[in-house]
Every structure is written in C-alpha cells, then in structure tokens.
C-alpha cells in the first residue's frame, strides 16, 4: 500500500502547535498490533478538552477529544489505547469516559504533528486518574550496530 | 530422499516406536472420543517421517519421551489427575515483549541490550539491518495487516490466554487474532511431508511427562521472533516444557532450531501469569474492527486519523510475501535460493 495524500495533514500539524503542547521527558509506546515508531517517544504532551467517543475495543481502542485551539477552532484528537482486556487490567472501564466528559489527557505525539498520541494517562473531571500502561511500554530497541 | 536421509529416519523410526504405547496404532482405525478434533480418521502413526532439518529437535524430543517411558497416559477417566491450568493467563510483561529472556533491559523504561541468540551470519545481518530501519522510522508488522503473530513469536505476545486441556488434545488460545494453538498428545507423529505445509502455528505433537507438557513443533511459516528482534526461516522447529511452577505462574522452557538462522539452539524461557480481573474474558478478537493502520510507501507504518481522506495504490498481494519488510523478503528469497542450489536448480 501506499499513501498518496494526508489532506488534512498540514492543517492538524498547523493546530498542534497553535495549542501549546507541553513537552516534557520520555516513556511510552504501546504492545501494540502496529509498529510505535511514528511515536515521539522521547515527548510527551497534556492537552485538555471534551471526550467526544471513546471506543473501546479490538485491537485498539481510542479516545476521541475534542480540543480548542488558541485561534478558537475545535480540533478532534485521537489518543491509541490498549484493548479492552489490558485497559481492564488497568481499570479502565467503557464507560470511564463519557462523551461530553471534560478531561485531561496526556501522551506520546505523533512524530508528523497530526492530532493524535499513544494514550498514557487521563484526568477526569472529578480528579480521577487512569493510566493506561501500569508497567509503562515499549520504547526502545537493541543497540544498532554500524553499518 | 538419499541414503543417509534414509537412514536418519529409520533410526528415528525405531526410537519413536519404542516410545509408542502399545494400541496406539490400533487406536488410529479404532472408536474415538467425541469432542475434540483428535477426532478426526487422520492421525499418522508416531514414526511418521519429517525433514532432516526437523532431525536435531526430533531427537531431544524423542529422548525426552523415552526418559518419561513413553509419557503419562492420561485417559478420560483420569482427567482428574491432569493439571488445573484452568483460568486466564497473559504473558509476563516485567521483563518486556522480547522473545530473548536472556537479553538485557524490557524495552519499556530500560533500553534493551545485545540479542543473546547464536544468529547466522545472514541472520545476523538481516536483523541489525531491522533494527537501523527500525531507528530511521521505518518498521512493518504483520499484525497491522491483520495477519496472525505465527509461532513461536506467538509465545511473545500479550493480551489474554486460555489452556484447554483433554487426554488427546491441548489447546492453547491467545485472545489476540483469536490464535490458537493445537498440541497433540493422542500418540500421533506429524503431518506427512507428501501432504505438509507451512502452518502459522506450525504442527505440534506433544506428551504429558507428568504434570509437564512436552511439545514438539515444526512446519511453522517464516516471520520475526517479535518487533527488533531476530527473524525465523522456515525450518525452525522447536521443543517446549510447560508446566505450572505456583498457583499463578506458568512457565515455558524453549529450545529453537532453525538451521538457517541459528549456528545453535536457542533457549529462552517465556513466563505467564494469572489474571484475575473482572470482567475479564477473552473475546472474538476482530482485527478490522478499529484498525486504521497502513504502510507508507518508504515502509513505515501510520494511522489514517477521523477526517483524514487517504488514497491507496492497492496492488495484487503475493501470498507469501505481502506482508515482509524488504529486508524479510530478501532474507527468505535466500533461503529459497540456498535450498534450490542444493538441490541442483530442481523446486
């Protein structure tokens, strides 16, 4: 397969950095079905907003939030969880978070700027707090050897 | 098949019918217990001939069984004497996904050290190739093609687990892509190579040595241990000890042959724990469900995010390579190409 055009690439990258993403030091990927390279692993970001879905599910479930940027506009962000048997295990439950719900939430950027992260934790209204991977991921590799 | 091939199988042959409880060919056109797929008309006989490339594996799992006198024949009436491994279990993550448990780091919050594995050299670097691909962005799983993990990297992986234990049958079900393992332990050999092939879990037969089962398996399909971790040919096969060490521990001891990619066995031990979770059950896993992942023409992976319209060059996908990386492909492609210069360019 290959991508031929991510319309709506340069506008999200544009509203990411509209919104003052807080960067701050590593920790996260995901045992995922994908490979977490297009993390930034090395970043993490807090962003605040309202739960538009969450789904919950196979093999990836993710939240769905909607932020306000600085210049007004609503961006939907996706945050890529685990599935429902590890986010039990965590005690995340599908209705952790409801549509409408406000939250907090913080995670691993995408390395392109898009809108969207590896899910590390939320911060519900009510000051709860959900942490998706308890054992923190997978981030890393063997040494490379030279070429 | 040449002389010493022949001779190979003849002395497998007979270590594998001393091993062989008395009626267990009689079985094989006899009555059989309704509710497994043990019960089936085709079960080949416990010297049933495999590759030489299987042999070495073969032999440890033959002196293994010898050692046990033949294994402990669990029947229906015995059942209750069979271990409890009843419950759900997932894989161990302490120590991270990797399939090398001697390797250092988890890959989580320390960084993972040398690979511990006797790699050949074309192995060897075949994976450090992976890991720079894998450094400058640019990694595919086949899993994002909603392709199953494939053992043996199927013993890596997370998520829920379930034991189905009968006499005859041992059913192993990791809830991820609804992947389920098939031991054997009704005395059979394996598939005939006349009408084997490749098998994402490969073919296994096993034995109860008490309350430890046993495995053997082999014809498995080409793929990588786990993401930045070795790739596996063809003729990998490997030998399995799992047993329960307490209440909420369940090991598996594993030695893997591959001729092609290892210069010596691999043992690796692999650790599952119980889960206890409510709520927690294992579900049809339906990988399409929410997968909106796709491979970037320079080979990396990415998501396509709501709101994003994305065209895709969808050309015919080979069956047996769609899914590899380049660098897989050219690994295996060699493995072919070994395989037929020995055979003088006949297929």
Known sequence: ?147 | MDRDTSKTYAVIAIALLATVPVGVFAQSSGPRNPGSTANTPDRPPANTPIPDYYQASLQSYVKMKAEAHGGTPFRRDTYGKMPDWSGLWSRDLSHGLKFDSKQSGNGFNVPLGPITADLTPRYKAAFEQKLREVASGNEWDQLSDCLPAGYPRWLTEPFLREFILTPEETWWINEQQSEARRIYTDGRGHVPDEIAHGLWDGDSIGFWDNQTLVVHTIRVIHGEYQRSQPDYSYQTSTLERIHMVDHDTIVDEVTVWDPKGLRTPWHVVMQYKRVTDAGARIDMWSCEGNNNVIRTASGSSQFILPGESVTVTRAYKDPDTFYLTTTQKKLFAQDEAEDLAKQGGKK
Not at chain 1, 74 to 83: K, L, M, R, T
């Open chain 1, 1 to 147: 397969m290959t991508i031929r055009t991510f319309e709506c690439y340069a506008r999200a990258r544009t509203a990411a950095a509209a919104m003052g993403i807080v960067l701050l030091m590593p920790l996260n990927a995901a045992t995922a079905h994908h490979s977490a390279a297009m993390f930034d692993h090395s970043k993490k970001l807090t962003l605040s907003g309202t739960v538009k879905n969450f789904q919950f599910t196979n093999p990836h479930s993710w939240l769905m939030v909607t932020v306000t940027g600085t210049d007004g506009n609503p961006v939907e962000w996706g945050f890529e969880a685990e599935g429902p048997s590890t986010l039990l295990h965590a005690g995340i439950l599908p209705k952790s978070f409801r549509p409408g719900d406000k939250v907090t939430v913080t995670a691993n950027p995408m390395r392109d700027g898009r809108p969207a992260g590896a899910l590390i934790s939320v911060v519900t209204a009510d000051g709860s707090v959900y942490r998706t991977m308890p054992g923190a991921p997978p981030a890393s590799h063997p040494p490379i050897p030279k070429e």
